[in-house]
Structures are given as structure tokens and as C-alpha cells.
């Protein structure tokens, strides 16, 4: 079961988004830490990145992941939330 920790510019991007959309990212990441595999969330390793991850909010919208390792094991930063565009940022 991950750990998900929220960063301040996940914040920011989620408070610009319309509410079904917030609401839709909160189930997500619930979701994932019910069971990261689960096929809706489409989790999966960002190419080029060594250490950024997705997954699904909408069909349109996507949470973007970093993976770190603190002293109590691995732990996911929500860093930020947008469309397809949030990964070349």
C-alpha cells in the first residue's frame, strides 16, 4: 500500500481545475493507495524519467508522481495535476 504525500504545486494546479475535476483526483489517489495496479489509474513510469510517475484522474486529466524513499520506505509526491501538457513542464 503506497504512501502519498501532497506537494504545494499539486495544490496549486488541483485549486484551478473545476470541482469534478478535484473530485475526480481525490478518488484517484485514493484508488492508488487502495491498490496501485487497479487498470483504471493507469500507473505507469514516465519515459524519459527516472523517477516521475501518472496516473489517471480523467480521461483527460493526469497527477503527476514522483517516487521517493524516506525512513519509513517509499512514498509518492503528488507534484502537480494538468492534462497531457503537465508532463513537459
Known amino acids: 500500500m503506497p504512501r502519498i504525500r501532497i506537494e504545494r504545486g499539486y495544490l496549486r494546479a488541483r485549486r484551478r481545475l473545476p470541482a469534478r475535476i478535484q473530485i475526480a483526483a481525490d478518488r484517484a489517489l485514493e484508488r492508488f493507495m487502495d491498490d496501485p495496479g ?52
Open 38 to 89: 487497479r487498470p483504471g489509474l493507469n500507473f505507469e513510469r514516465l519515459q524519459g524519467w527516472t523517477d516521475h510517475y501518472s496516473i489517471r484522474a480523467t480521461r483527460a486529466y493526469r497527477i503527476l508522481l514522483r517516487r521517493e524513499v524516506d525512513e519509513h520506505g517509499e512514498v509518492f509526491a503528488a507534484v502537480d495535476m494538468g492534462t497531457h501538457r503537465v508532463y513537459r513542464r
